[in-house]
Structure formats: C-alpha cells, structure tokens
C-alpha cells in the first residue's frame, strides 16, 4: 500500500525554466492539498482539491497552477521557476478532516532554484 | 488574526514526561491536530481533539480546552526517537488549518 507518492523527490532549476510535480494516492481520497516548508517555518498551503476537476487557491497560490484531472493525481506546475520558490513540497490527501482529523502526506519535493 | 503561541524548543530526558503546551486563536474553531515531525521528514498525525478533555493513545496523551484556546500534547517514558518538531494545528470555521513552526524537542540520554 503505497498511500502518498510524489515524483520527483529532488529537482534543481534554472530561473525561468518550468517543471511540473506529481502527487498519486492509493486511498481513494476526495481531498489533495499542496503545502511549501521553508526552514523553521510551518506549512504554507498553495493550492487545494476537494474532488475531482476542482482545484482551489491557498494561502501562497502566485506563481504556481494545480490541476486534478484523475482522482487519484494531483498535479503542481511552475511556470517560470523564481529563486523564492526554493523550498520542501509536501504533498496530502484526506477524507472529511472534521471526521478523521487525518492528512496523508508524501514525503516531500526537495526543489532548489538557481 | 489567527495565531498559535507554542515554545521554539524543548528539552527533556530520555525516560522521562515532558508536557508541550499551546495556545491558539482562531476565527472560529473545528478541532485542533498534534503532528510529529522529524528533521527532513513530513509530518505524520498523532492527534485529534474537537472536545475538550484528554485523549489517550499509547505513550502520547493530548488535552484541549476549547474555552481557553489551550491544548497541550504529553508524551511518556521518553525514547531517543521522539527527538523531533511537534505541531499544534487547529482547523478554523472554514476547515482550513493553521500550521505554525512547532516546537523542536531535543531528547537527551
């Protein structure tokens, strides 16, 4: 049972260049999140799916697109990598939080930005 | 504004209780999560409290009142391997949740 994957688990960019992160889950989650983790700081949410075909903003949603085509997957691009983007990507999934009070994360997308 | 008050960091030793204590505001409130997590790693759940009272589960115990904004996370008999950060997330009344840095605890022998 693989539960949260996410590919790839290390990247290095050029300013400018684009690349795309994949997050797959097994449990048949209706809820997908993507979070950002810079050093001693807490999870900052960028983008959020309640469901297939829907996508929604977090609190740091700029510079970054999401898409949910398949249950299973969802996806975050960055179009024109900056060097702020530097930073872990944690990938989640859950059911209802306010029934199993539980997020599944992947563990994490190490991306530098030259 | 929304806001979680928890220490930086701890220190207790192996064997031994420590109580890690957090307080919160929130506009409005859904119940509030306790998250391990080790250096390097992602977070992984510990706990879930929407009323108030203790919850028990194993070594680790957290407590909430809701009417204080407070919560704290116990853990017992102190093993080398709980040396990491330990989040206090409360979800507020649109079910976001809110992530603060954590306290890093430090186990020493």
């Known amino acids: 049972n693989a539960g949260v994957t996410q590919t790839p688990k290390f990247r290095v960019l050029k300013t400018g260049q684009s690349m795309t992160l994949l997050c797959a889950q097994d449990?048949?989650?209706?809820?997908m999140y993507w979070y950002r983790q810079d050093p001693g700081m807490g999870l900052r949410l960028i983008h959020y799916?309640?469901?297939?075909?829907?996508?929604a903003k977090g609190e740091v949603p700029d510079g970054y697109n999401v898409s949910r085509l398949k249950k299973q997957n969802f996806l975050l691009g960055l179009e024109s990598a900056a060097p702020s983007q530097t930073s872990v990507y944690f990938c989640?999934?859950?059911?209802?939080?306010?029934?199993?009070?539980?997020?599944?994360f992947g563990e994490g997308s190490r991306l530098t930005v030259l | 504004g929304q806001n979680i008050d928890q220490p930086t960091e701890m220190t207790a030793t192996e064997g031994a209780i420590v109580q890690i204590n957090c307080t919160y505001q929130?506009?409005?409130?859904?119940?509030l999560f306790w998250y391990q997590q080790h250096a390097g790693e992602a977070p992984t759940f510990l706990s879930y409290n929407v009323l108030d009272g203790l919850e028990e589960k194993g070594r680790f115990s957290s407590f909430l009142s809701r009417s204080k904004g407070y919560s704290y996370l116990l853990l017992k008999e102190l093993q080398m391997k709980d040396s990491a950060s330990y989040l206090c997330?409360?979800?507020?009344?649109?079910?976001?949740?809110?992530w603060g840095a954590g306290t890093k605890l430090i186990i020493k022998p």
């Open positions: 799916s309640v469901g297939e075909g829907t996508t």
């Open positions: 929130t506009s409005g409130f859904n119940g």
């Open positions: 989640a999934s859950s059911y209802l939080l306010q029934v199993t009070g539980e997020l599944f």
């Open positions: 449990m048949n989650h209706e809820y």
């Open positions: 997330v409360p979800m507020d009344s649109n079910y976001q949740l809110i």
